[in-house]
């Protein structure tokens, strides 16, 4: 399947996304004093916005690449909650798969900025796994989520908020490998050994090398294999798929490494490009494309948005503009 074909088939494909949601605040405002009472600036706040973050910013990248996203995740019954079901009837998202907690806070991330300065970030949210009744009440959603929906991939995105709890790895990658689909794994440290059987684990540089207790970055292509087969003597993975910032990507299966070069970019901002890479790797794999056009697509277009100042999902034309112009073909 030629690199064109693969991004328009990404239109109408079913992703089930579970993970960690949280909001991301802004206050926006200018600042022309400091404060008697200690020294910090006041900032006059001039305009506030709530956004999708976390696991949702994942589903907003699949709804700007065309496909379709579903949430599965667990928000408290407070404020937060309620704003975070707006933005998803404001982008038209299905809410199905969300569990209102009163035994946990939504994640809300708040940044304060002055004259396009970010002064400080204030965090309200629950990190603490998620209590048994919230975890099995999650489990009986995502039992009937699979029942009522065709899903052709599941993407597991992990922010260490404690929704992605052992046992809803376990269930969620078992009972999609009995139904013949395919997930991919965005981890973090403290779960990296729990999801066994899953289909694509892709982790940064530091992710893999911390997860693994690596002593130093592996340079030789049989250091990265030796280290990657130790990896997949725990979890069994099929992909092994490796965001390595500056110098690209590599992916790996069945012992075959491929390296993907990072294309020269004019770095604006990096944020949320692992969700943009973590998103076109999950609907190729969902489309049964080879390892290396995976990898080739998710490292553009993860590129693509660091152009982007702010978190900026890319639509398929765009990609497929600059597959045809970098010379990604198949």
Not at 302 to 314: N, R, S, Y
Request: net charge negative; with cysteine.
């Amino acid at each position: 399947m030629t690199a064109e074909k693969t991004i328009r088939s990404f239109k109408d494909l079913k992703v089930l996304i579970v993970g960690d949601v949280m909001i991301d605040s802004y206050l926006w405002g200018t600042t022309n004093r400091v404060s008697p009472e200690a020294p910090v600036p006041i900032v006059n706040i001039t305009k506030k916005e709530h956004r999708m973050g976390g696991a949702a910013n994942v589903a907003l990248n699949i709804m700007s690449l065309g496909a379709i996203p579903i949430m599965l995740s667990v928000v408290g019954e407070d404020e937060m909650g309620s704003v975070y079901l707006d933005l998803l009837k404001y982008r038209k998202m299905s809410a199905d798969g969300i569990i209102f907690s009163k035994e946990r806070k939504t994640s809300q991330k708040t940044r304060v900025i002055s004259h396009n300065q970010h002064l400080v970030r204030i965090d309200n949210e629950s990190i603490e796994p998620l209590h048994k009744n919230d975890e099995d009440l999650l489990i009986d959603r995502f039992h009937v989520l699979l029942s009522k929906e065709k899903i052709d991939v599941i993407i597991l995105e992990d922010y260490n908020k404690g929704v992605l709890t052992p046992k809803v790895i376990h269930e969620v990658i078992s009972i999609a490998n009995a139904k013949n689909i395919p997930t991919a794994v965005d981890p973090k440290k403290d779960n990296f050994f729990e999801y066994d059987g899953v289909t694509l684990f892709k982790p940064n540089l530091k992710e893999f090398i911390e997860g693994l207790k690596l002593s130093s970055i592996p340079e030789a292509k049989k250091t990265w294999l030796r280290a990657i087969e130790k990896l997949r003597s725990i979890i069994k993975q099929k992909y092994t798929f490796v965001t390595l910032s500056e110098d690209g990507v590599l992916i790996e299966n069945e012992g075959d490494l491929s390296f993907i070069p990072a294309h020269v970019r004019n770095i604006a901002d990096v944020s949320g490009a692992g969700d943009t890479v973590i998103s076109v790797a999950a609907l190729c794999l969902a489309l049964q494309t080879s390892p290396t056009l995976l990898a080739s697509l998710a490292n553009l277009a993860g590129g693509l948005v660091c152009e982007e100042a702010g978190v900026v999902p890319i639509s398929p034309d765009h990609l497929i503009k600059e597959a045809m112009d970098k010379g990604i073909t198949n």
